[in-house]
């Protein structure tokens, strides 16, 4: 299988062919008898009243076709849904996903935490078990198929599944507040090599330049709610920052990681994602550069 | 007669005036009014957010305004047009269809449509005190709860709701009533109209689905203002819950809102195809599948919640079934326009172009009851594209079906033809334009409810399209307005019967005087006036 | 105007369809509250047990279901001496209710104080409403049957009683899940 969201193609094909067939088989009906049978005069049709074999027939095609697609649907659901392998026979990955107003935070056992960012093995089913810390928020990665709600006060469990390396664009896609739209995930599917070595430096703790950055970043004014393991012990109420230089996006995909960007952002959170819980940082310049420098020493 | 001859016409308040009134023919009017009023500010509203999605990262409105406005235009459509015009429709039409000289609780009947007002003012207030609501039409917990909501904005969707409802509740009553008890002499339920029969299922839908969401307003109020915990995890409760009761109402609803629109397409097919109704029976007994089986798939709206595979699978299979009542029915339609004589008046345009969009609407919502394609398209623009085809390619589309239809009744004059050509391509092709490119949008990968949308997603033009087609639709609107305005002053006059027609309504004088009969008819069939017209060819008995 | 003479007959039928409708409706709406209730009632079990005095409520319960009994024969005889009782009966137990409220609240116990405080507040607080305006009903035909006795038809006295053995109904359902099912919890 190419990826996990390949049955759900197939499935949307047969229904989409059926669809097709019948909303021709309307239409054209429709406007052949308007032409056929336009006439100014009324009263002169002949006054049939119905025909019951056929109407039993016309209830009891629908019902077999929906029948045949309702055990279509059993099968792929099977293909795709809990305890799917995908026709892979590697043992799942799990990653624990905690929904938060306005990101997506990622947990690998081992005790890689990261943040906008999902990296995953190709060719291996993908288990994420998922919960909320406030609202309903739901994960969709599109091309890998289905979506689940992140719900809180309750663990859901998706599997997702892909052959082929590459980088997929993902979101919320339940509305949970001001910043819905930009709750923005990537997903970079590599090979296996390359995943462990990605998973083996984002569990090892920080190893960020010394200097005026960490000093701010370990202050109250980043601490409060920004960790930083093995350099900032702080309160884990936002991103993880631990490994943030090694992210191509930041603030759930309003924005791109590029030093620019992030001091834009640091600077002023609600000029470009107002609502966000991030509040204005009163930094001077200067401090904003050594900041900057710092965070993008977390690789 | 002049523009005011609406309000001023013989019969048309004259006895009590607007406040006092408590004749169904003026609160028929009165709803009708009141929708269309809200029809323009939903409708508004709906123009601001396509602005907004016109272009990436667009940004005309903020979000919270953004989320103000889409939650205002769904509850606007659904609590303050569709119902009102609706009932409305069916407040007019119905005591006329059945021989009877009102409705069963007349003083209740305007109470009905005081309190749907009031509730919509509340809703409205909200925007002046301290904001609307904005956690969308269906307000999912815990987001309206105390620790994630913003103002005050849901308090207002609480009462306004719940006040709107009341009234939509004893509406229904009433006309269950009125159906039920006050058909003249001859007219058992096989010889209803199929209007006067969606009607009467309609209603018991309301009854059955309005206390549903009473009681989800009730708890989210105990929540909110008492410190309760239904839906808030954190203090022990169920964020679900509030769906379970929310959708509960909330399906049933959308039937409640497409059952009138059937039973009008059901009258007008007939009477421009100059035949019966092909399979009475049949329409009739899918009519009554509907209303059972729409209480039993509301969880469709819910498969990726994680209810389990077991539960998705239940009401997969139900909503797949219900599928069959509502697609039969386009078949006994397109069986009636078979070897008629079809007439291109107004009303029927409109008829068949519901019968193609509406086909649609119903098509990708089988689609949506298949659970893996579901996964995918929930929460997408694919579903806000389906609701649309539905909601108004089915239940608006009718309404304009049946405002051309009625209208010469209610006011003495026809609509005119050539404007009215105008409103239906405008609509047609805008609304074509503006929700076909939605479910693209939704394979896309776009989701619904957002402010604004990344560039370089291949989401951009389809956006753009959209945002032309919503300005079409209101072009056509303006085209209805016109035609409405035209004819009200000079519009050719209609006498009782200018569309030949088959049912009762169409034997009073247009507008009917206050009584509407002056004496109770008494009827051998389904189609009184046929039989009346045609004695050499009535219906069989 | 003739016409209007033929509808008489249907009256009576009308307002009690109407009437039936409603309570329809209304069941819905409490079958909506329960089924909260229930879907609460393990976690809240354990306060349940502590706090609930089944006994009081039993016995203050037998008083409301009484009233139906006695609004039954105020129906039949459209007897305002009936009618009267049974307005006593309910306000007794409303009275009872209160009680019931004062002494929780005063232990700590609130909509908001937790899950169970929420759950019971609403369900019995909704029900209780129900029979403030069910009191207010009879009060309103006491007053009106007292004035104009003749005025008054059957079908006011049939349904306002159809009104009041709804409220004693749902009584039963609520007084089985929330304390019955506490002692068998």
Redesign the interface.
């Known amino acids: 299988m190419a990826s996990s969201?390949e049955?759900?193609v197939v499935?949307?094909l047969v229904?989409?062919v059926i669809?097709a067939v019948?909303?021709a088989g309307?239409?054209v009906?429709?406007i052949v008898?308007?032409v056929r049978?336009?006439?100014?005069?009324?009263?002169?049709?002949?006054?049939?009243?119905?025909?019951r074999a056929?109407?039993i027939a016309?209830?009891g095609v629908?019902?077999l076709l929906?029948a045949i697609?309702?055990v279509l649907?059993?099968v792929?659901?099977g293909q795709?849904?809990?305890g799917a392998t995908f026709g892979s026979l590697e043992p799942p990955l799990h990653v624990d996903v905690i929904g938060h107003?306005w990101w997506f935070e990622f947990r690998y056992a081992g005790g890689a935490v990261t943040a906008n960012e999902l990296h995953v093995p190709v060719g291996v089913p993908i288990e994420l078990d998922l919960s909320s810390a406030?609202?309903?928020h739901?994960l969709?990665v599109?091309?890998l198929?289905?979506?689940?709600?992140v719900?809180?006060?309750?663990r859901?469990v998706m599997r997702l599944f892909t052959a082929r390396a590459g980088t997929f664009?993902g979101?919320?896609?339940?509305?949970?507040?001001?910043?819905?739209?930009w709750m923005?995930v990537l997903v970079v599917a590599e090979p296996r090599a390359d995943f462990d070595r990605w998973l083996a430096a984002q569990g090892a703790p920080a190893s960020g330049a010394a200097g005026r950055g960490l000093e701010i970043v370990g202050s109250a004014v980043c601490s409060s709610c920004h960790v930083v393991q093995g350099q900032v012990a702080g309160t884990p109420i936002g991103p993880d920052l631990t490994h943030v230089g090694s992210r191509t996006i930041i603030a759930g995909?309003v924005l791109a990681n590029t030093a620019d960007a992030l001091r834009a952002w640091i600077a002023d959170p609600q000029r470009y994602k107002?609502?966000a819980l991030m509040p204005k940082v009163p930094l001077s310049s200067a401090d904003l550069d050594a900041v900057v420098a710092y965070l993008r020493s977390l690789k | 007669m002049t523009a005011t001859a609406l309000v001023r016409r013989p019969g048309a308040f004259a006895t009590a005036g607007v406040l006092r009134t408590v004749d169904h023919k003026d609160i028929g009017i009165m709803y009708v009014l009141l929708g269309i009023a809200f029809l323009a500010i939903g409708g508004l509203e709906a123009l601001l957010l396509r602005v907004q999605l016109a272009t990436p990262g667009e940004q005309v409105l903020d979000p919270s305004t953004y989320d103000q406005l889409f939650t205002m235009h769904g509850i606007t459509m659904i609590f303050l047009v569709a119902i009102p015009m609706l009932i409305g429709f069916a407040n007019y039409v119905v005591p006329l269809q059945i021989g009877a000289e009102d409705v069963a609780f007349p003083r209740l009947n305007a109470l009905s449509f005081w309190l749907t007002l009031f509730g919509g003012v509340l809703l409205y207030l909200s925007f002046v005190a301290g904001g609307a609501p904005d956690a969308g039409w269906f307000a999912y917990a815990p987001l309206t709860e105390p620790a994630h909501a913003v103002g005050t904005g849901m308090d207002w969707y609480i009462f306004g709701l719940a006040v709107s409802g009341a009234g939509s509740i004893i509406g229904a009553i009433n006309l269950a009533v009125t159906i039920l008890l006050m058909r003249c002499p001859g007219m058992v339920m096989g010889r209803a109209p199929m209007f006067t029969w969606m009607v009467l299922i309609t209603s018991i839908l309301i009854i059955g689905a309005y206390p549903m969401l009473t009681s989800a307003l009730v708890m989210l109020l105990v929540d909110r203002q008492l410190g309760g915990r239904f839906f808030d995890p954190a203090g022990g409760g169920n964020a679900t819950l509030w769906q379970h009761l929310f959708w509960s109402f909330g399906h049933p609803e959308v039937y409640i809102v497409v059952l009138p629109a059937f039973g009008m397409i059901s009258e007008i097919v007939p009477v421009f195809s100059g035949k019966p109704l092909f399979g009475y029976r049949f329409v009739a007994a899918s009519g009554i599948a509907i209303g059972f089986l729409s209480f039993g798939v509301w969880a469709h709206h819910m498969f990726a919640v994680g209810l389990g595979d077991a539960e998705n699978a239940f009401f997969s299979g139900t909503s797949m079934l219900i599928a069959v009542p509502t697609g039969v029915k386009i078949f006994n339609w397109l069986a009636t326009m078979w070897r008629g004589r079809i007439r291109l008046a107004m009303p029927m345009v409109f008829a068949i172009g519901f019968i193609a969009t509406f086909v649609i609407g119903g098509l990708t919502g089988v689609s949506l009851a298949v659970v893996p394609i579901d996964l995918y398209t929930t929460d997408s623009y694919y579903v806000v594209g389906h609701l649309h085809y539905v909601l108004f390619g089915g239940t608006m589309m009718a309404v304009f079906a049946g405002l051309y239809y009625w209208f010469p009744k209610v006011t003495g004059r026809l609509l005119g033809h050539g404007l009215g050509l105008v409103h239906f391509w405008f609509t047609l092709i805008g609304l074509t334009l503006a929700f076909l490119p939605m479910h693209l949008l939704g394979i896309e990968g776009m989701p619904r409810r957002v402010w604004t949308y990344p560039p370089g997603m291949g989401w951009d033009w389809p956006n753009l399209v959209s945002t032309i087609g919503s300005f079409l639709i209101a072009a056509g609107a303006i085209a209805l307005a016109a035609n409405v305005w035209r004819s009200l002053r000079a519009g050719e006059r209609a006498g009782d019967d200018p569309w030949d027609a088959f049912t009762l309504e169409w034997s009073t004088p247009s507008p009917p005087p206050s009584q509407n009969f002056d004496t109770i008819p008494r009827v051998r069939g389904p189609r009184p006036l046929w039989d009346r017209k045609n004695p050499d060819r009535m219906d069989p008995q | 105007m003739s016409a209007q003479a033929d509808a008489i007959g249907f009256t009576r039928d009308r307002n009690l369809v109407g009437i039936a409708l409603f309570i329809g409706s209304e069941s819905l709406f409490f079958l909506a509250v329960v089924i909260a209730f229930v879907v609460f009632r393990e976690q809240g079990l354990a306060t349940a047990k502590a706090q609930l005095d089944v006994g009081r409520t039993a016995l203050f319960s037998l008083l409301l279901f009484a009233s139906s009994g006695t609004m039954g024969l105020a129906a039949a005889r459209r007897s305002r001496l009936w009618l009267g009782l049974t307005a006593l009966l309910g306000a007794a137990f409303l009275a009872g209710q209160g009680l019931e409220y004062a002494r929780l609240l005063g232990a700590g116990l609130r909509p908001g104080s937790e899950l169970f405080g929420t759950t019971f507040f609403t369900l019995t607080g909704l029900h209780a409403v129900h029979v403030l305006v069910g009191l207010v009903l009879l009060a309103t035909l006491f007053a009106a049957s007292s004035a104009r006795p003749r005025r008054v038809g059957q079908t006011a006295w049939e349904g306002i009683a159809m009104y009041w053995h709804f409220v004693d109904a749902v009584w039963v359902v609520v007084f089985s899940v929330v304390y019955i099912g506490t002692v068998l919890g």
Do not use: M
């Open positions: 969201l049955p759900i499935l949307s229904v989409g669809a019948i909303f309307v239409l009906a429709l008898f308007t049978y336009r006439d100014v005069r009324a009263g002169s049709a002949p006054q049939i009243h119905g025909h056929l109407e016309w209830t629908p019902l929906l697609i309702f649907s059993l792929t659901l795709i849904g809990q107003q406030d609202v309903i739901d969709w599109p091309e198929g289905a979506k689940s709600d719900v809180p006060g309750q859901n664009s979101e919320c896609a339940e509305f949970c507040g001001l910043e819905h739209a923005r995909g107002p609502g």
